[in-house]
């Protein structure tokens, strides 16, 4: 479900690391997850999605896996640049027209 | 292509003020519509959603409210604001129904101090 209430968590890596970003979700009916980059004071943009009866999907530099399992979706970003700092969050179709957003996490990339 | 405006970009309000954002989109018919709110440092709250004029679901009770007069226009209002309507508000707007990629496109937000 949603999280709106809480801090942020963060992620802080140096510029070249592997980042992963960890996302749980509670709707097992959901059809699709989606992760989004929100940099300081910008709407949120789509990075990458993942449909239920999908594992893995890769993108440029990242890859979304999904474990339906545990209900767990990460989000892996490959040798990490500093335009990669930004708030990250994972979203779930949930009902017909709603895409509900998890917790965010922030990510900072030290140089 | 299609392109989504909002404003005010900001906009500072006294307790107890009106309010009024407003969203349009260009390039689309028949879009679903979305109000989100991010108080500073937190994640995405839905407040409302739209799928077609004067169709409006509230997602929490509030103190806002929202209309949808034309196809492509959202608008959030209050008529008295509170000091916890402060945050970061975003419209966003998808194609019908919800559902693959690029499945919410986001405008610039409007980021709302009620002093």
């Known amino acids: 479900g949603e999280s709106v209430g809480l801090h942020l968590p963060t992620l802080s890596v140096q510029e070249g690391d592997n980042s992963i970003i960890n996302c749980a979700y509670s709707n097992s009916a959901s059809d699709y997850f989606i992760w989004y980059k929100q940099e300081s004071g910008k709407g949120p943009q789509f990075i990458i999605d993942i449909r239920s009866n999908m594992d893995k999907r890769q993108g440029q530099r990242v890859t979304v896996l999904l474990n339906k399992t545990v209900k767990h979706l990460s989000l892996q970003i490959a040798a990490t640049q500093p335009g990669d700092s930004a708030v990250y969050f994972c979203a779930e179709i949930s009902g017909f027209q709603k895409l509900v957003f998890g917790t965010g996490t922030r990510l900072l990339v030290s140089p | 292509s299609q392109t989504i405006h909002q404003w005010p970009a900001t906009l500072v309000q006294p307790v107890g003020s009106p309010l009024s954002l407003e969203c349009t989109v260009e390039g689309t018919s028949n879009p679903n519509l979305y109000w989100y709110r991010q108080a500073a440092g937190r994640g995405l709250q839905l407040l409302f959603y739209s799928v077609g004029i004067g169709q409006i679901s509230s997602e929490v009770p509030q103190n806002l409210s929202a209309s949808r007069p034309q196809d492509r226009q959202f608008i959030l209002s209050s008529k008295k604001l509170l000091l916890s309507d402060s945050g970061f508000y975003l419209c966003?707007?998808?194609?019908?129904?919800?559902?693959?990629?690029?499945?919410?496109?986001f405008g610039a937000g409007s980021r709302l101090t009620v002093l």
């Open positions: 966003a707007w998808s194609v019908v129904p919800l559902s693959g990629a690029n499945v919410l496109t």
